[in-house]
């Protein structure tokens, strides 16, 4: 991709520039992800509010209609997260359950849709069907549904099934959930016999406005995208620079053709975190406050010790990565998917050749691992909003789903500055189109 | 969590006797809480789909009609989303969904029950259900438990979600920017339920709700498949029904409640929603109400432990299951 092709973001949609299958609509949709367990939440500062109390909650979703968001998200983990073996203690954590919260967002939000992350591996797809279907009807035909797979043992045992399911097995059995979950939608009988249960029932309540609920996948492996190509309305991805929204667009038409699907019937969203100013200057400056404020000395120290598997409280994080070799038995297996790390030993070696090389310290090497997840979309307005623009019009991503850094006020600036930018550019829409979230998101009735 | 404003006593010569005891029903506070008043008057509303045209109005309606708690009873929709749904949109009456205990996942469960308190700023409660309707086992792969094995998962459940509810300490949240910590692991500690069926680690990934403990009652319907052990000896109090649809007269239904022994809940089920059911419960309320039938109207603000006369629910710590137990030890070998 060379910057000339970048260039002129106002000329409208080209045609299929990433795939000869794919149109562009130029058009992007956002969505508010709350995830309530991570390390970009800032909880230090004295505007960061209450990560449970209700109105959080109502103030963000509020705040994302006034700026004709699409959905509002909700994360899920089922597990505490640990380190070492001891509940996190440095950043946010604890949350409400999600499906529970977005029926009473139902009722004081009129147009955004509410999506929960729910996984198939904990949870019986008759029952996730009927909650689903609830928020669905309760919301006039608004609720979405993040399918998740984590499948770990360590999970497992807050559940009635434990871990039982092979890592292999995931998508296997997120396929034949998603599928039951589908007949019961549609009232037909289901009598499901498969390697870990049967399962016999029948639908009961009626279609929602949207006929059913949307549904989301995020996971991002070979067999991931299988499914979501097969199965998905949307795809919440984890690739938010244009050349990796780029070729993963490539990937997933490839493989909705494959699947007999028309490609635009499958959207992408990027998780992505936006920091914006002003000017150029002003949005660099903002970047390194919001890093600080992400990643203290604890944080930095104990995403090391997450890799190394061992104490690692005595090294300065001013001075240079840990020169011990990792434990590599303990390293990363309980913070959950994600997290999972085999090659404990290759990594770190590799990592402090790093930041010896750019001569970063423990803290600035955390820092600057932590930004480099999040894509790149922080700068002035006008830049992002060109760049957003340039995005639309080459098809790569058909909207974002925006992780804010502080809560509830983290999407403001935003709904404030950037959204007319995006309106004004023409690749973002100035009213909702519809009443379902399905409509807002550009999908294809069911 | 704000502390709970303790109701004011009811007028002695009103009271009946039989509700002045504090209830004998499991929970029973050994002297240090409020005092158990008479019961709170409940509305039942059956989750059927034909319902949601209106509800929120029509729980606002029974709010101001004096309704001191709503319960939800499953007809389709799922109870506890319409507990949550109203939660917001409602200020004073209690929101209590009928569900089952036996069919599910005790981690989920306690999770959105605990929810619903956060929801509810405390004015939650789980009138526990044990499903026997074969149908719903069917939908997740098990058996219908025979009425001996529903009434030990009952009670093997109830303990369980107690046990995440209580995982959390009221400030285990410590916001402490000094040593960059944001909640304090020492002030959690693991369910670690291990019971004939399943097991549950914990902690709660949701911070204790503004109850901590949630009232649990069993409505009269419910007592036998719930079993004796958890509706006379686990469950805070006992819900009496009371059916309306063959006619809402007071004295009669002032009759039931006398000679109902101690109740927490008095639940009107069967109201007429098509014809004049804000009406009726409004006639109902200041009939029972003068003669001290049932409570008042809830202050604003106040717990429906405190209105259920149930002391406050204190966190607990066992120090061995402490969450912070891994890091102890390590501190110790070294
Ligand atoms: C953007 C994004 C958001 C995710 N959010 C959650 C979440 O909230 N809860 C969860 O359990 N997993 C979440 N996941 C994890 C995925 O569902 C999946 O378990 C993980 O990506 C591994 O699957 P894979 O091997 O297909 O990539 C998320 C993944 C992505 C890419």
């Given amino acids: 991709m060379t910057t000339a092709q970048l260039s002129s973001p106002t000329t409208g949609p080209a045609k299929h520039p990433l795939h000869p299958a794919h149109t562009p609509t130029g058009q992007l949709a956002f969505g508010v992800f709350f995830q309530g367990v991570n390390s970009s939440t800032i909880w230090r500062l004295p505007e960061s509010g209450d990560q449970v109390a209700f109105e959080s909650f109502e103030t963000l979703a509020r705040t994302a209609e006034r700026g004709r968001f699409a959905a509002f998200f909700l994360g899920e983990g089922l597990r505490l997260r640990e380190h070492r073996g001891v509940p996190f203690e440095l950043d946010v954590a604890g949350r409400p359950d999600a499906q529970t919260l977005l029926a009473a967002l139902a009722g004081v939000t009129e147009h955004i849709g509410l999506v929960a992350t729910q996984n198939t591996t904990y949870n019986d797809p008759v029952d996730l069907a009927r909650r689903l279907q609830t928020l669905d009807l309760l919301s006039g035909g608004r609720a979405g549904w993040n399918v998740v797979t984590t499948d770990n043992a360590w999970t497992g045992e807050n559940f009635r099934r434990g871990g039982y399911l092979d890592h292999a097995d995931r998508y296997v059995h997120a396929e034949a959930f998603v599928q039951v979950a589908e007949q019961y939608w549609r009232g037909a009988p289901i009598a499901h016999d498969g390697a870990h249960y049967s399962v016999r029932a029948q639908g009961e309540l009626p279609r929602s406005a949207q006929g059913r609920p949307v549904l989301f996948q995020a996971g991002a492996s070979p067999a991931g995208q299988d499914f979501a190509a097969r199965t998905a309305d949307v795809i919440f991805s984890p690739h938010g620079t244009l050349e ?12 909705t053709v494959a699947a007999g699907r028309d490609p635009g019937s499958v959207k992408i969203l990027p998780g992505a975190e936006i920091i914006l100013a002003a000017t150029e200057a002003e949005a660099e400056e903002k970047v390194r406050w919001v890093r600080d404020l992400q990643i203290g000395p604890e944080q930095a120290i104990a995403l090391l010790e997450q890799y190394w598997g061992r104490d690692l409280s005595a090294f300065d994080p001013d001075g240079p990565l840990p020169d011990v070799p990792p434990e590599v038995s303990e390293s990363g297996v309980t913070r959950g998917a994600g997290f999972q790390f085999a090659k404990a030993e290759e990594l770190t070696r590799s990592w402090r050749e790093e930041a010896a090389a750019k001569g970063l310290s423990i803290l600035e090497f955390a820092r600057a691992k932590s930004g480099a997840r999040r894509g790149e979309f922080t700068g002035s307005y006008d830049a992002v909003a060109d760049r957003l623009a340039e995005f639309a019009r080459m098809g790569a991503i058909d909207g974002l789903n925006i992780t804010p850094w502080l809560v509830p006020s983290g999407i403001d600036d935003i709904v404030d500055h950037l959204v007319p930018r995006l309106q004004e550019r023409g690749v973002y829409p100035a009213e909702y189109a519809g009443s379902t979230l399905r409509e807002n998101l550009g999908l294809p009735p069911v | 969590m704000t502390a709970p404003a303790p109701r004011p006593a009811p007028a002695a010569e009103t009271a009946p006797t039989a509700t002045t005891a504090p209830a004998e029903t499991g929970g029973a506070p050994d002297g240090a809480g409020p005092e158990a008043g008479p019961p709170v008057l409940a509305v039942d509303l059956v989750t059927a789909p034909s319902l949601l045209e209106g509800l929120a109005e029509l729980a606002r309606g029974l709010e101001s009609a004096g309704a001191g708690a709503l319960t939800l009873s499953d007809g389709g929709l799922h109870p506890i989303h319409l507990a949550a749904h109203l939660a917001p949109l409602t200020e004073q009456i209690a929101l209590l969904p009928r569900t089952d205990a036996l069919y599910v996942e005790p981690f989920h469960l306690a999770t959105q029950l605990m929810s619903l308190d956060h929801l509810s700023d405390g004015r939650a409660g789980w009138l526990l259900q044990a499903e026997t309707d074969p149908a719903v086992p069917a939908a997740v792969g098990r058996e219908v438990l025979g009425l001996e094995a529903s009434a030990r998962e009952a009670a093997d459940v ?29 002030r959690l500690q693991y ?32 007592r036998a498949a719930a079993g004796e052990r958890v509706a006379g000896e686990l469950a805070d109090a006992r819900a009496l029904d009371v059916d309306v649809s063959v006619g809402a007269r007071p004295e009669r239904i002032a009759a039931q409640i006398a000679a109902a022994g101690p109740v927490g809940l008095v639940r009107l089920v069967g109201l007429d929603l098509e014809a004049d059911p804000l009406g009726t419960v409004a006639q109902l309320v200041g009939a029972l109400r003068g003669r001290g039938l049932i409570a008042e109207a809830p202050s604003h603000g106040s717990t429906l432990r405190t209105r259920l006369g149930l002391p406050a629910a204190p966190f607990q710590p066992d120090p061995a299951r402490r969450a912070d137990r891994a890091r102890l030890s390590r501190e110790e070998a070294a």
């Fill in chain 1, 244 to 255: 990796a929204a780029s070729e993963f667009r490539r990937a997933i038409v490839e493989r």
């Fill in chain 2, 158 to 186: 109830l303990g369980a979600v107690r046990a995440v509810w209580d995982s959390w300490a009221p400030d285990a949240v410590v916001r402490d920017t000094e040593r960059g910590v944001y909640v304090d692991a020492s």
């Fill in chain 2, 191 to 222: 369910a670690d339920v291990e019971a004939e069926t399943f097991a549950v680690r914990g902690p709660a990934i949701t911070p204790r709700s503004p109850q901590g403990l949630l009232p649990v009652l069993v409505a009269d319907t419910d």
